[in-house]
T-cell receptor, first 113, second 111 residues
């Protein structure tokens, strides 16, 4: 089935140790999003790619970076994770058509020790 | 003031009851309104998608949008234990891109 896949589902890292989260999609969608969702909080958009065009949200910390090497894959890099970065990270895709839905992956839960 | 306000609940109802959820918002540019359902440890999935004011019905689910009051609602009729999840409202001025989400309402339907 076409879907959005996130790896790993759970990630434990140490304070300050760089970590990379992965998202892949089989939907051939133009747009890929990364959201951060903390417990009992709304998902917060970090950035998105429209094809190769990177769009950063104004309040996304510099500690968060992203790469999209091809249509199918998108990575979230956290350069120096702090305790406050522990959260669920959600990847989503859409075709770019405003009438079409965003499809979400299952998320990666990040724990920072 | 946050762009989207949603009382996080939790909300417990007996099976068969009507569940009523709502969100308020401050940005009058929002035109597209969505409700997502999120089961524990899963990503959100789209339930309802409406444009501008009005009602939309899909099976046991009804979404209402009142742009004059900046208020949207989701009703679940004949609630089932499988409806137990967190329900997130989301909205955007530009369709399904750059969504502003509410915090989510945790709903528990008790058999």
């Amino acid at each position: 089935d076409a879907m959005v896949i996130q790896n790993p589902r759970y990630q434990v890292t140490q304070f300050g140790k760089p970590v990379t989260l992965s998202c892949s999609q089989t939907l051939n969608h133009n747009v890929m999003y990364w959201y951060q969702q903390k417990s009992s909080q709304a998902p917060k958009l970090l950035f998105h790619y429209y094809d190769k065009d990177f769009n950063n949200e104004a309040d996304t910390p510099d500690n968060f970076q992203s790469r999209r090497p091809n249509t199918s894959f998108c990575f979230l890099d956290i350069r120096s994770p702090g305790l406050g970065d522990a959260a669920m990270y959600l990847c989503a895709t859409s075709s770019g058509d405003p009438e079409e839905t965003q499809y979400f992956g299952p998320g990666t839960r990040l724990l920072v020790l | 003031q946050k762009e989207v306000e949603q009382d996080p609940g939790p909300l417990s109802v007996p099976e068969g009851a009507i569940v009523s959820l709502n969100c308020t918002y401050s940005n009058s540019a929002f035109q597209y309104f969505m409700w997502y359902r999120q089961y524990s440890r899963k990503g959100p999935e789209l339930l309802m998608y409406t444009y501008s004011s009005g009602n939309k019905e899909d099976g046991r689910f009804t979404a209402q949008v009142d742009k004059s009051s900046k208020y949207i609602s989701l009703f679940i009729r004949d609630s089932q234990p499988s409806d137990s999840a967190t329900y997130l409202c989301a909205m955007s001025p530009y369709g399904n891109n750059r969504l502003a989400f509410g915090k989510g309402n945790q709903v528990v339907v008790i058999p």
